[in-house]
Nanobody, 123 residues
Framework: QVQLVESGGGLVQAGGSLRLSCAAS????????MAWFRQGSGKDREFVAA????????YYLESVKGRFTISRDSAKNTLYLQMNGLKPEDTAVYYC????????????????WGQGTQVTVSS
């Protein structure tokens, strides 16, 4: 089992920055891929970014490319999402996810999920 705990959300003005963190514990040595998803109020869950833990290859939602950066500190077992140039449409609950196999990250078929952290961007 793997446990994921997100932190770092908050209220920020448009154009501002936030860094989300996701602390992983448990059988983290078996993880293959980690990702961030988000869900706005009344909206479906949306893929944001993913990273392969073996190759460090990254994937991004088109609308966040150039603004968001996903990274991982393996020594700390922590996943990050650096968000710059935030827009009101980025407002959502952001979730960390992980899986022990290779999947198409945009499918959302991850095995482990955190509880989410709220990001609110004011205009």
């Amino acid at each position: 089992q793997v446990q994921l705990v997100e932190s770092g959300g908050g209220l920020v003005q448009a154009g501002g920055s936030l860094r989300l963190s996701c602390a992983a514990s448990g059988r983290t040595n078996t993880l293959y891929q980690m990702a961030w998803f988000r869900q706005g109020s009344g909206k479906d869950r949306e893929f944001v970014a993913a990273i392969s833990l073996s190759t460090s290859y990254t994937y991004y939602l088109e609308s966040v490319k150039g603004r968001f950066t996903i990274s991982r500190d393996s020594a700390k077992n922590t996943l990050y999402l650096q968000m710059n140039g935030l827009k009101p449409e980025d407002t959502a609950v952001y979730y960390c996810a992980a899986i022990e196999s290779s999947i198409a990250p945009r499918s959302g078929q991850f095995d482990y999920w955190g509880q989410g952290t709220q990001v609110t961007v004011s205009s």
